[in-house]
């Protein structure tokens, strides 16, 4: 009998750790995390309405608790829901916590924000989709994944996706553009799109030095872009535009 009773809180406690501990996907182009969960009676406005930066005084960061920024596509762990907000962990990116002197990788986003994989078949989507998370093993013959190294403007989504974002594609691109899927939020399902060939990093490098010369070259491109300038985003990962004018003032440097 005392085995009995073991072995279910055993299983128990696994299906609640599973329940709580779920892989999920980024839904949105960009989405904002932060450090600590917000307890304001607005917390979807605070995270869509965090300005880009903070000002030159301490309190300022109040105004902009941003810590990080998410694409579209990426995996993360959820490990707590608290209303609307999920407390996450990265897979591909940490910090380092000055007060405790540890590398930290988790923080707080909203749960609108992410798909949980648990999910997908009920909405008859299938996770062969979605890029595998950075570091990953698996590999899949079948299909590509595809890197943005600029902004793109889906018209089938009405969504612009950052630079840096992946999608799995077509294992033969067209002469123009490739064949790759991309979830939907307003039809709950995964849908077929095409994106350029120009605006896509290349698949494979003949070596490293290949690929470090191809990145200094995108980052020339980028601070020389015709169509404007890359604005400072206080914990920005995301680009979705460049602005045609910056306007910049000097500020007396405070002691």
Known sequence: MKQFIVLSLAFSYLAHASEQHQKAIVIVPIANCVGFELNSESVVGDYHGMPASWGPNKQDKVACPRLHQLLFNETVTILETKGEQALIK???AHWHNKQTDQHASTCWTLRKYL???????????????????????DSDERYLTITLMFPYYDEATHQTYSAGTRFKAMSSKYESHYVAWIYCQQKETVIKTTIPVHLCAPLEYISRDEQASEFVFLLERWVDWAEGKIPFVWGGCGLTLFYPRMQFSLKPKLM
């Open 90 to 92: 990265l897979h591909n």
């Open 115 to 137: 798909l949980p994989l648990c999910e997908c078949p009920a909405q008859k989507v299938s996770t062969q989709f979605f890029p595998k998370p950075f570091g990953s093993t």
